[in-house]
């Protein structure tokens, strides 16, 4: 399961994983951004916070993950990985290759930093 917080004021989605990636995630996640990019174009920014990574329920989980990222990943401006866990730590080198979008790794205690630098994306 996936929380999605959409912070419309500032152009931000928060997403929290609990447990195991799913297909319905990603749709559910698209049904809580898709109208909020039809109205403005892009999102400022999507932060990604967990302790660690918890994968995929299933293949499905995967592909629709891909294809979701595939499908956005030009309509936001800054991701914010926030995670203490070494794999989410490297996922910001690893990701450049294959997202428009500029990413960077903060703490699990650099929250307010991480919505700083997603909001300054509106203004660069």
């Not at 419309?8 to 909020?36: N, Q, W």
């Not at 930093?113 to 300054?120: G, M, R, S, Y």
Request: proline residues 3%; glycine residues 6%.
């Amino acid at each position: 399961m996936i929380v999605v917080q959409l912070l419309r004021d500032k152009g931000i989605v928060v997403i929290t994983p609990e447990g195991k990636l799913e297909a319905s995630d990603f749709e559910r996640v698209g049904h809580e951004i898709d109208p909020y990019l039809e109205q403005n174009g892009k999102l400022n920014g999507l932060l990604v916070q967990a302790k660690s990574f918890p994968g995929w329920a299933d293949f499905a989980g995967l592909t629709t993950h891909i294809h979701f990222i595939k499908d956005h990943h030009r309509l936001v401006r800054r991701v914010a990985i926030v995670s203490d866990s070494l794999a989410l730590k490297i996922m910001p080198a690893l990701a450049q290759h294959f997202v428009s979008a500029e990413i960077r790794h903060f703490g699990i205690e650099e929250m307010q930093q991480a919505i700083a630098w997603l909001e300054a994306a509106a203004s660069a």
